[in-house]
């Protein structure tokens, strides 16, 4: 029986999905290009969050087309025929970049960051979609490009617009500000699709610094208000029939993945440690029953309470 589960074990895993077949896609977290084949081996069905300031933080000059054009090409090379999603530069905050981010901000949170910071240096924008597009043409991986901390219905219209002229159609935005979860059905209809970071997303709902300890208590996505926000997204995508993925920490989390499916989301990406374990947890459920798992998370007042809760309504099902 060793023999066989071991053998078991070196088999490609299975795609993510639910009890009844509901296809629930699982793809990676990565920041370097490093870590796609480990991804891969652990079943990766794609990448869902592409960090691309992880190639530059220790840059103090801003990164040539021809070196993001390399890291780019070598990263679609590991997924060839697979959704491969790139997230352009967010830079600003927890993850500043020399070349970027000058200006002293007493809130950096709140500040240039992410899209903002790309808009204010609009020929590194350019490079990175010419980076991204030259990349896309050699191989053969499905590209989707994100822009970071897109908080207005113009910006992604300007985004999309961009991103466009460079020939490239999937062009989505990340939702991580309230402002943006709460006119997703309004944002959906310009992007391609949406994914939602939850870890940004909670840092604002709650107004707690997400890298500050002393108000870590706040920094929970099992926070009602922020499983609200992630159903408004996840009902804007359906209504207009995007794909709106999950691809914060809370992705991670087996019961909470369980949630995000009852609450409509459509693929999960995480870091690829994280992929057996919710794999295995969302095949003890069917869409139905992750639905009755969502409602009971979304009534109560407070994260503890929704996990506690989401804990007590998987138990009475599986
Ligand atoms: C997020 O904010 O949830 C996210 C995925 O992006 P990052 O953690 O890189 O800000
Ligand atoms: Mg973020």
Request: include cysteine.
């Amino acid at each position: 029986r060793i023999r066989a589960r071991a053998a078991q074990a070196e088999l490609p895993a299975e795609p993510g999905r639910l009890a009844d077949g509901t296809p629930l896609p699982l793809l990676a977290n990565l920041g370097d290009v490093a870590g796609a084949a480990p991804a891969v081996a652990r079943g990766a069905e794609g990448v869902g969050l592409f960090r691309t300031e992880f190639l530059f933080l220790d840059s103090t000059t801003a990164p040539t087309v021809a070196d993001q054009r390399a890291s780019y090409t070598a990263l679609l090379e590991a997924f060839p025929g697979k959704k491969v999603v790139v997230r352009l530069l967010d830079a600003g905050a927890d993850k500043p970049l020399p070349f970027l981010n000058d200006a002293h901000e007493e809130n950096p949170a709140m500040g240039l960051r992410g899209l903002r910071a790309l808009r204010a240096s609009e020929n590194l924008l350019r490079d990175q979609l010419t980076a991204l597009a030259e990349a896309d043409a050699a191989t053969s991986a499905d590209l989707w490009v994100m822009a970071p901390m897109v908080s207005t219905v113009e910006e992604t219209v300007y985004f999309v617009t961009i991103a466009a002229e460079y020939g490239i159609r999937t062009a989505g935005v990340m939702v991580e500000v309230p402002s943006a979860a709460l006119l997703a059905d309004r944002i959906l209809p310009h992007a391609a699709f949406a994914s939602i970071g939850t870890n940004d997303l909670t840092q604002y709902t709650l107004a707690a610094d997400r890298q500050l300890g002393s108000v870590a208590a706040f920094q929970s996505p099992w926070h009602p208000a922020v499983l609200r926000l992630i159903q408004e997204v996840a009902r804007a995508g359906e209504s207009t029939g995007k794909p709106v993925g999950v691809c914060g920490e809370a992705a991670a989390d087996p019961l909470l993945a369980i949630v995000l499916a009852g609450l409509g989301v459509t693929s999960l990406s995480m870091s690829p440690a994280a992929l057996a374990d919710v794999r295995a947890s969302l095949l003890t459920v069917t869409l139905d029953e992750a639905r009755t798992i969502a409602e009971s998370a979304l009534a109560a007042d407070e994260a503890a309470d929704a996990k506690t809760a989401a804990l007590a309504a998987a138990t009475r099902i599986t």
